[in-house]
Nanobody
Framework: QVQLVESGGGLVQAGGSLRLSCAAS????????MAWYRQAPGKQRELVAG???????NYADSVKGRFTVSRDNTKHTVYLQMNGLKPEDTAVYYCNVKYVSPPYYYPENSWGQGTQVTVSS
């Protein structure tokens, strides 16, 4: 089982920046992909950005050009740099990690606890 700890959320004014971090821990696991999702009140959870083990990234159209996802494989950590924040970016942000582990190496999924990002106008 992989545990995730998120940090970096908070309150920021429109146009400001925040950096989210998500660190994975556990034993004998291999991460295949990492991603950030968000869920605003009354809305479904949506993919914000993802990054594969090879470094390939993808973004929601609403954040392209403003957000950057990156990862440090040595630290099992994924980051989300958010610039040019808008009030509509307000949501709880969740880290997601896809991984495999012995003995069967089945694809598994783990979620972080969520971190609140609030952007004031």
């Amino acid at each position: 089982q992989v545990q995730l700890v998120e940090s970096g959320g908070g309150l920021v004014q429109a146009g400001g920046s925040l950096r989210l971090s998500c660190a994975a821990s556990g034993s004998a696991f291999s991460i295949t992909a990492m991603a950030w999702y968000r869920q605003a009140p009354g809305k479904q959870r949506e993919l914000v950005a993802g990054i594969t083990s090879g470094g390939k990234t993808n973004y929601a159209d609403s954040v392209k050009g403003r957000f950057t996802v990156s990862r440090d494989n040595t630290k099992h950590t994924v980051y989300l740099q958010m610039n040019g924040l808008k009030p509509e970016d307000t949501a709880v942000y969740y880290c997601n990690v896809k991984y495999v582990s012995p003995p069967y190496y089945y694809p598994e999924n783990s979620w972080g606890q969520g971190t609140q990002v609030t952007v004031s106008s």
